[in-house]
């Protein structure tokens, strides 16, 4: 009952965070086909997370409000997927133009009239 419960909790806040989280819909909208391209430069974006969390370190240890280390979490678990995704989307972007190529040879060849 307990495990059901937690199992719930769990898979409604994934589709908040999925859905209202700005990082999240970004990241939705790289994983399309167009978006892949885009993979390698939004990395610059975990460049910028990780400086915000640097500040946040730097501003803790210079003894200001303790609910900064939420803010030092969250960048730098933002700058992870993003850094994360650059390498990630060129496997995918490969993937997909493999998968391209296969589907024209297989068109250029039906309209040959050979069968593969």
Not at 54 to 65: A, D, Y
Not at 88 to 93: A, P, Q, V
Not at 94 to 99: S, Y
């Amino acid at each position: 009952m307990l495990l059901n419960r937690l199992w719930n909790a769990s898979i409604h806040t994934r589709v908040f965070l999925r859905r209202w989280m700005p990082t999240n819909i970004l990241l939705d909208k790289l994983r399309t086909r167009r978006g892949l391209k885009w993979g390698i430069p939004t990395m610059l974006l975990g460049v910028v997370y990780l400086l915000i969390a640097v500040t946040c370190t730097g501003l803790i240890e210079q003894g200001w409000s303790k609910w900064l280390y939420l803010v030092l979490f969250l960048a730098l678990w933002n700058a992870l997927k993003f850094l994360f995704f650059g390498p990630w989307s060129l496997l995918l972007l490969v993937r997909a133009r493999a998968q391209e190529a296969r589907t024209r040879r297989r068109n250029d060849a039906k309209l040959a009239g050979l069968n593969y």
